[in-house]
């Protein structure tokens, strides 16, 4: 029932920036953290960045100054802002979110997209 569904991935040159978003639907009540994790061929899948419901932010280090993290509490929808893109940043970008229906809380996974830094 609940659905996280990615967009805005693609391919971008190092120094470029891209948009990432990520809308849950289904019938939500409330979600309590929203983020962005990644993961690279045969690496491990890292944090990029969380926000609270009400805008707390945390950041791994490598994208601080980097990438902004916003959400939109109408539209159940999560963002990545990424500038200053780096080959390193090349990954899989999962949207997460941490919501409930009513019954406790549950983690929520997007389909995953591609963001690819290359000359």
């Known amino acids: 029932q609940v659905q996280l569904v990615e967009s805005g991935g693609g391919l971008v040159q190092p120094g470029g920036s891209l948009r990432l978003s990520c809308a849950a639907s289904g019938s939500i009540f409330s979600i309590r953290v929203m983020g962005w994790y990644r993961q690279a061929p045969g690496k491990e899948r890292d944090l990029v960045a969380t926000i609270t419901k009400i805008g707390n932010t945390n950041y791994a280090d490598s994208v601080k100054g980097r990438f902004t993290i916003s959400r939109d509490n109408v539209k159940n929808t999560v963002y990545l802002q990424m500038n200053s893109l780096k080959p390193e940043d090349t990954a899989v970008y999962y949207c997460?979110?941490?919501?409930?229906?009513?019954?406790?809380?549950?983690?929520?996974w997007g389909q995953g997209t591609q963001v690819t830094v290359s000359s």
């Open positions: 997460n979110a941490d919501l409930t229906t009513g019954r406790g809380y549950v983690d929520y």
